[in-house]
């Protein structure tokens, strides 16, 4: 048997055990000691990456649905920091949820996931603002994400699980200059500044003049003076940088 072979039955024998009844009596006491030392590592990564996710749970339904990832998921990525990426990418596209899970569960692993997410994320070389005033030019900063979800999922915990959506939420979630991740409640329009500014660095009136393209519902001016002070905060606490010397 090649190497290949026996790396491919040994993955086999761990995530499926009814695949390895042929083993010997030996063998499998052994490779219980793998079975349980490989679980219990990826149960606690994503018991640890979404803790509120887990609260909702008793412990014997939370371990059989990181069952079901275990044995059921084919992971993309071998590192274990990645973990965590993999299990929403799971919940989202491949896991057919039960009568009693939340039907807020793809949302809020999510949610929790980016925070993991910005908080590990490489930021690169970008300009925090420090400055008064505005920069001629500005963008999204590398340590900022933008989401909307169904759910409040920022609420969600034992005492509130909400069973059914009434509107979209939008969020903000940047890691500050302290290397704190934040998040922000905010309105659609505000998502819609944000997502531009990610995609590329505008001046003041330029954003304005877009977002006025976007949604004419609003004057020039309105927007103006809404979005004048909500730059400023963003500015202040880094979700948005100095992209001028970009």
Same mark, same amino acid.
């Given at each position: 048997?090649?190497?290949?072979? /026996?790396?491919?039955? #040994?993955?086999?024998?761990?995530?499926?055990? &009814?695949?390895?009844? *042929?083993?010997?009596?030996?063998?499998?006491?052994?490779?219980?000691?793998?079975?349980?030392? #490989? #679980?219990?590592?990826?149960?606690?990564?994503? /018991?640890?990456?979404?803790?509120?996710?887990?609260?909702? =749970?008793?412990?014997?339904?939370?371990? *059989?649905?990181?069952?079901?990832?275990?044995?059921?998921?084919?992971?993309?990525?071998?590192?274990?920091?990645?973990?965590? *990426?993999?299990?929403?990418?799971?919940? +989202?596209?491949? =896991?057919?949820?039960?009568? !009693? !899970?939340?039907?807020?569960?793809?949302?809020? &692993?999510? =949610?929790?996931?980016?925070?993991?997410?910005?908080?590990?994320? $490489?930021?690169?070389? =970008?300009?925090?603002?420090?400055?008064?005033?505005?920069?001629?030019?500005?963008?999204?900063?590398?340590?900022?994400?933008?989401? &909307?979800?169904?759910?409040?999922?920022?609420?969600?915990?034992?005492?509130? /699980?909400?069973?059914?959506? $009434?509107?979209?939420?939008?969020?903000?979630?940047?890691? !500050?200059?302290?290397?704190?991740?934040?998040?922000?409640?905010?309105?659609?329009? +505000?998502?819609?500044?944000?997502?531009?500014?990610?995609?590329?660095?505008?001046?003041?009136? *330029?954003?304005?003049?877009?977002?006025?393209?976007?949604?004419?519902?609003?004057?020039?001016?309105?927007?103006?003076?809404?979005?004048?002070?909500?730059?400023? /905060?963003?500015?202040?606490?880094?979700?948005?940088? !100095? &992209?001028?010397?970009?």
């Amino acid at each position: 048997m090649s190497l290949e072979s /026996q790396l491919t039955a #040994f993955a086999n024998s761990i995530r499926q055990p &009814a695949s390895a009844a *042929k083993e010997s009596p030996d063998t499998r006491r052994r490779m219980a000691i793998y079975r349980s030392l #490989f #679980f219990n590592n990826v149960s606690g990564f994503i /018991q640890s990456g979404f803790p509120v996710l887990h609260s909702l =749970y008793s412990e014997e339904k939370w371990q *059989k649905l990181v069952r079901h990832f275990f044995t059921g998921h084919q992971c993309s990525s071998p590192y274990f920091i990645d973990i965590s *990426k993999e299990f929403v990418e799971f919940l +989202s596209n491949e =896991y057919h949820s039960e009568p !009693d !899970d939340p039907v807020f569960l793809a949302e809020l &692993a999510h =949610y929790e996931w980016l925070e993991l997410a910005l908080s590990v994320r $490489e930021a690169g070389s =970008y300009t925090p603002w420090q400055e008064s005033g505005m920069p001629v030019l500005m963008s999204a900063s590398p340590l900022s994400e933008v989401a &909307a979800y169904h759910y409040p999922v920022h609420l969600i915990s034992p005492e509130f /699980q909400p069973h059914q959506s $009434e509107a979209m939420h939008y969020y903000l979630l940047y890691r !500050d200059p302290q290397h704190q991740v934040q998040f922000q409640h905010i309105t659609a329009l +505000s998502a819609m500044a944000m997502e531009l500014l990610g995609k590329q660095a505008y001046s003041f009136d *330029k954003l304005v003049e877009t977002i006025h393209q976007l949604a004419p519902q609003f004057s020039c001016d309105v927007l103006q003076q809404g979005l004048a002070p909500l730059i400023d /905060q963003w500015l202040s606490c880094g979700a948005v940088v !100095d &992209a001028t010397s970009s």
